[in-house]
């Protein structure tokens, strides 16, 4: 290995750990407020990509009707509930919310269709489609059990993250799609190219980490979303309420998801279920952050980045076993310096 | 009897089944069996234990491969390699056990996901396990010179094993080590309180699951007679759990019925979806998806309990009589039995405990009070390992125990009662009071997955029993714990710490929630425990209760200890009084 | 007027029950105290009021059924719970819980603002303390900040569960003019303690709570004249003097 191609590796390994620390923030935001492991955060980014390449081609992504048909679902599943309370007060919103926001958003989307050159239309519309998905896949699944034991919201998370799989893989098919490359920028360092791409990929995850940190040390709703992710009972005792925080986090998850698929889709082929490997990495980071740390989430993914490329340089054939093998000293680590086993919790 | 004619009958379906049905369903019912023993390892796992997997799939794997490359490549008997692939299991879900199981319950999911992906990519890239394409020409199997050839064959080896898997399974849970294992998922801190050790329960379970799918792979590969990477990814993974999840815990047999369930609705999903979609792919995961979602929303129990509504439980009987098990020797009465040094704890800035120090002797009862939130449950949670001490001593007997874990407390005499009832809720009564003598039994989990176990475990339920009914509970010895008011489920913990026949014991406000008559019962039974010798400590907030029982009484406030002495002291000690009224003038 | 009413009113958690067709009363501006033993069921009876736990039976606040409504939709009526844990947001300064008690309330103009003064003004050592953790409080800041952070709500019923617990007799009493004085603004207040005496000496009417059920109610001075109230709850004063 020679310097240009240890730097070479590295700037793959920033860009790639940059995504990974992004959506490692994201498990981190549900994991805190909601408890949810939420495996299905690769979805996101899977459906995020896929549409804009598609979008890229001319067509109306497959994703629009997994908006539409999900909020169909949720109205009728508000309206249901709204006959039981016997109080119709809330219908309008809810009608507006998952009804007329999907449908414009797909009308978006045929306009966008049809004008295959204009990124930024694509980039608008292919967050309009998934950011959505996320608040409405927290009602359909996760807020009838919101007070359930961790595992059962694992396993609710595991059983979303196979019905959003299976959709993509109905929506999008077997086949891999690529978006076209950002405007081609590329700067000469030394011996080192770096591609515009790249710098895209880390001023934007840059950009959203401190957009981030300002909404949850200065907004108020980012401090309730805190307050519900330190003391659920508390927040609750002052008016914020779990369903509220739950859509707000994952609206969070799905923006992060949809930018990140944005970011990955013109480096690599996405497949259905390529997000699902994307986000298991962005989940190393996030165990080595115990789940509840964000600079530690952040590090660890550039640590699995890292990881990743300098092992595909090395052994490619088991870059993927080496990086989740990345885990096990992690967890030892963690083991030896927890001294009496943690609580349990209840279910 | 009704149960055992069923029993039957359904042993003589499974029996006849391979002669009627055609090749194809054979061949389902063979891939029900092997996915059963997969299953039933984590609905002990999961669903008795609390603890989920995503890595079986991988261990089947290990199981498979290992046969295969041994057969293959060095001409092993197939009777040898089980062994070999048992013995890398053992070494790698002890390993991940031992790292994940410490932690908070969600590391071994994510531990056992990131596990089971890399050994995949480790099949799927390795030249000698023949990369993606697998290795073929796996030897079958022969049983005593009969060569297991064909499905039908192999049928019935599979479900025989299967059915081993079940009574084995079934013997370790009707055991001393079973109920402790029933306690894991809720009640963890209770059963080390008892003396069982928790972290090694849970990485025995793991362990268990873990060695089960390994057999289910072993037999999985001599019976296709190869094995490539596929069977052995995530996906399966998480369609084994998603079979626990579905056939539910409350019966072990609830692994069978979830593994059939998706064993089948996968067979008939396969054929159909792709035909409706026009193009191929698993799109049974949808289906699958919604399936646990919809059932989770619904109930965590599985779909077992509406199977299980069909068939009579059998009636319960106590053991006969057996010789009771020996009790401890009592110190002499006024020894010097407990001393607290200069204890203290914060959490926090909250000093929930300040230098606190004071001695029991041996046969005395001990009252402590103070108002709420002075620190006396803290007090019982230090002396009890729960919580570790920031500073002092605590020592029982003249040995040091402030720095030991719950269980080695428990094992010097001390036993607790709680002041939220910690009962195994869906336990009977009488297995919820017989952990407490899990440590005057010796039985491990082998002998009594053999059976072996049987004259200790009817000494311990017969202890159990008499000490229910000492507490005036020996009417309700099979029902489940969690249905009794919460005065007698109070009892129960009360009879579950005599059954570990302490020197010390530690009742937290035994009276709370009594009524009048029952206060009296308890009141004697404390009497007549103090005659046989047993020293008792005891916060209680009644204190006409406290009054009429205790030899002396430590009164503290703040976290400190305000008074101590005779209750008629202690009455009329200004201090007190003030402390304890707290005027708002 | 009432404030609120509850009726036929009981909390089981499975098939356990702790407490039983209770009916209580809370007329406007009024404090009432509810005592009783450990255990008698006076901390689900709060947590089942504000909603946390699943309750059967009417509770009907300002001439309107509650029941139903989830927690959040109760605290924005104007119900508050202060419970007996605090359930402070530990990893928070004190300012940020403060000003997530008024989370409830429209977000106008000063209001909050205003509020926060009141605050620091009735609990000098919280603004003393304003930029430190929660967690780092003393126990009897920690009871002031969570009394100061259900004051930003400005609520119109109050219910403290144990205010008195853990704390030195001074910091009670403290507390205990502070409850006294809310009342002045008009706050109707559901006092449950354990510190009988005292809290019957501030409030208006009392219950008495025993087993899940309520064996004796009457006006405070009443209750705490009661023999057996006295023998039972004062007791060791009784019979110490």
Known sequence: MNLAIALWLSQDAVTNGAIYALIALALVVVFTVTRVIFVPQGEFISYAALSLATLQSGKVPGTIYVLIGGGIIVAVLDGLAALRRRSLKSLPESTLLNIALPLAIAAAARWSASRPDDLLLQVVVTIAIVMPLGPMLYRLAFQPLANASVLVLLVIAVAAHYVLTGLGLVFFGGEGLRARMFPALQFQVGVLTISGQSIGVIVTALVLIVLLALVFGRTTYGKALRATAINRVGARLVGISSEFSGRLSFALAALIGAVSGILVAPITTIYYDTGFMISLKGFVGAIIGGMTSYPLAALGSLAVGFLESYSSFWASAFKESIVFTLIIPVLLWRSLATRRSEEEDDS | ?585 | MNMLEARGFGVSYGKVSVVRDAHLQISAGQIVAVIGPNGAGKTSLLSALIGLASAHGSIVYEGGNVADLSVEARVRRGMCLVPERRELFGDMPVEDNLRLGAFSRPRRGGEAAEDLAAVYARFPQLRERRAQLARTLSGGERQMLALGRALMARPKLLMLDEPSLGLAPRIVRDIFHVIADLRRTGVSILLVEQNARAALQIADYGYVLEMGEIVLEGPAAEVAANPRVINTYLGLAARAQ
């Open chain 2, 1 to 585: 009897m009704m149960r055992r004619a069923l029993v039957l009958a359904a042993l003589a379906l499974l029996a006849a089944a391979p002669l009627v049905l055609p090749q194809f369903q054979v061949t389902l019912l063979n891939y029900i069996g092997l996915a059963s023993i997969v299953t039933l390892g984590l609905v002990l796992l999961t669903g008795i234990g609390g603890l989920i997997s995503f890595g079986q799939a991988a261990f089947v794997g290990v199981g498979a491969y290992a046969t295969a490359v041994l057969t293959t490549k060095v001409g092993m008997s197939p009777w040898l390699t089980l062994p070999a692939g048992l013995a890398v299991t053992l070494v790698v879900s002890l390993f991940l056990g031992f790292i994940t199981l410490r932690l908070s319950g969600h590391y071994l999911p994510l531990g056992t996901i990131a596990w089971g992906i890399a050994i995949y990519f480790v099949f799927g890239n390795l030249d000698f396990l023949g990369k993606y394409s697998g290795l073929a020409g796996i030897p079958p199997l022969t049983v005593l010179g009969w060569r297991l050839g064909d499905e039908r064959a192999f049928y019935y080896l599979i479900w025989a094993i299967t059915l081993l898997a079940l009574l084995v399974t079934r013997n370790l849970l009707d055991s001393r080590n079973g109920r402790a294992i029933r306690a894991l998922r809720n009640r963890g801190m209770m059963a080390e309180n008892f003396g069982v050790d928790t972290a090694r329960l849970k990485i025995i379970i793991f362990v268990y699951a873990a060695l089960l799918a390994a057999v289910s792979g072993w037999l999985y590969a001599h019976l296709l007679r190869f094995v490539s990477p596929q069977p052995f990814g995530i996906n399966d993974s998480i369609d084994y759990q998603f079979m626990a999840v579905i056939g539910g815990a409350t019966e072990l047999w609830g692994a069978v019925i979830g593994a059939a369930l998706l064993t089948l609705l996968k067979a008939w999903l396969r054929d159909l979806l792709p035909r409706l979609m026009e193009q191929s792919g698993n799109f049974e995961i949808i289906v699958f998806g919604l399936l646990v979602i919809v059932m989770l929303h619904r109930t965590r129990d599985g779909l077992v309990p509406y199977f299980a509504r069909l068939i009579p439980t059998p009636a319960q009987r106590l053991p006969k009589k057996v010789p009771p098990l020996p009790p401890r020797t009592q110190p002499k009465r006024d020894e010097s039995l407990l001393q607290l040094k200069g204890v203290s704890k914060s959490f926090g800035a909250l000093a929930a405990v300040k230098s606190l120090s004071f001695d029991m002797r041996s046969g005395e009862i001990l009252g402590l009070i103070g108002p709420n939130g002075a620190g006396k449950s803290t007090v019982f949670n230090l002396m009890t390992g729960v919580l570790a001490a920031d500073a002092g001593e605590i020592c029982f007997r003249g040995k040091r125990v402030d720095n030991l874990p719950g269980r080695d407390i428990a094992r010097c005499g001390l036993a607790r009662t709680y002041q939220h009832v910690h009962l195994v809720p869906s336990m009977s009564v009488l297995d919820n009071a017989a952990i407490g003598a899990h440590l005057r039994g010796r039985e491990g989990v082998l002998s009594a997955s053999l059976r072996l176990d049987r004259a200790e475990e009817a000494r311990l339920r017969q202890e159990a029993a008499c000490r229910l009914d000492w507490v005036g509970l020996g009417a309700h010895l099979f029902e489940a714990a969690g249905t009794l008011p919460l005065g007698s489920q109070r009892m129960v913990e009360i009879a579950r710490a005599l059954c570990a026949d302490p020197l010390l014991l530690l009742l937290d406000e035994p009276a709370a929630g009594l009524r009048y008559l029952e206060k009296q019962t308890l009141a004697k039974l404390l009497f007549s425990l103090r005659e046989r010798g047993v020293s008792i400590l005891l916060v209680e907030h009644d204190m006409e209760f406290v009054m009429g029982l205790v030899d002396r009484i430590v009164v503290m406030n703040f976290g400190e200890k305000l008074a101590e002495g005779s209750p008629r002291e202690i009455q009329s000690s200004p201090e007190v009084i003030e402390a304890y009224l707290g005027s708002v003038e």
